[in-house]
């Protein structure tokens, strides 16, 4: 089965700064969903990525999708108090039903500091 | 504000309680998710439903029974649950289900809690 590995699990940056999180997978990547999620609330949808190489930016949040398609990146830029959150990165892949599922990575925790 | 609406938001019940908990959409997916999520963990995949037809059920024990009645609603019935069943239940929605291109959208949850 496929896994996803997320980098860092935890970051706290100041308001402002720049961050990275990292999703890597053990396959090949055939579709690559951002999502963030408040606590105890549901996941919001954020990008999905398909091609290798592909980027994508929304406001200040940018995600690619690395050539090889085994590693995807969530650059957020000038962060800001309302991007704190956990961020989360889900595979889709065919089950062998035909049903296409998501499977996700633990999470990044992100806190900013005012 | 999620297009995916989940009652109630939370509930608390016994371990010989039968509760139901409710989703409902109308973007016009045709496939919707029940996925349950501990706490500091990823959501899991409990089940999925195709064109109101049940297609995957990921060895969920039987206490959880789903419902979907129409293309808009997806119940989840509960009955006799352990207290290690108190998670995040999630609902989701996408256009169809094996259509790669079309990203799941999620409910805001119910917070059970089995005492």
């Known amino acids: 089965s496929q896994e996803l590995e997320q980098s860092p699990q935890s970051l706290i940056v100041q308001e402002g700064k720049n961050l990275t999180i990292n999703c890597t997978s053990s396959?090949?990547?055939?579709?690559l969903y951002w999502y963030k999620q408040k606590y105890g609330e549901g996941l919001i949808f954020l990008m999905m990525?398909?091609?290798?190489?592909e980027e994508k930016s929304h406001e200040k949040i940018t995600a690619k999708l690395d050539e090889k398609k085994q590693q995807s990146s969530l650059h957020i830029t000038a962060s800001q108090p309302s991007h704190a959150g956990i961020y989360l990165c889900?595979?889709?892949?065919?089950?062998?039903?035909?049903?296409?599922?998501?499977?996700f990575g633990k999470g990044t925790k992100l806190s900013v500091i005012p | 504000d999620t297009e995916v609406t989940q009652t109630p938001k939370h509930l608390v019940m016994g371990m010989t309680n039968k509760k139901s908990l409710k989703c409902e959409q109308h973007?016009?997916?045709?496939?919707m998710y029940w996925y349950k999520q501990k706490a500091k963990k990823p959501p899991e995949l409990m089940f999925v439903?195709?064109?109101?037809?049940?297609?995957i059920n990921e060895s969920v024990p039987s206490r959880f029974s789903p419902e979907c009645p129409n293309s808009s609603l997806l119940n989840l019935h509960l009955h006799a649950l352990q207290p290690e069943d108190s998670a995040l239940y999630l609902c989701?929605?996408?256009?169809?289900?094996?259509?790669?291109?079309?990203?799941?959208?999620f409910g805001n949850g119910t917070r059970l809690t089995v005492t």
């Open positions: 989701a929605s996408r256009w169809r289900d094996r259509d790669q291109g079309s990203p799941l959208h």
């Open positions: 396959k090949t990547l055939y579709g």
């Open positions: 990525l398909q091609k290798g190489g």
């Open positions: 889900g595979a889709g892949a065919v089950s062998g039903a035909g049903s296409y599922q998501l499977t």
């Open positions: 973007m016009g997916h045709r496939a």
């Open positions: 439903y195709s064109y109101e037809k049940l297609s």
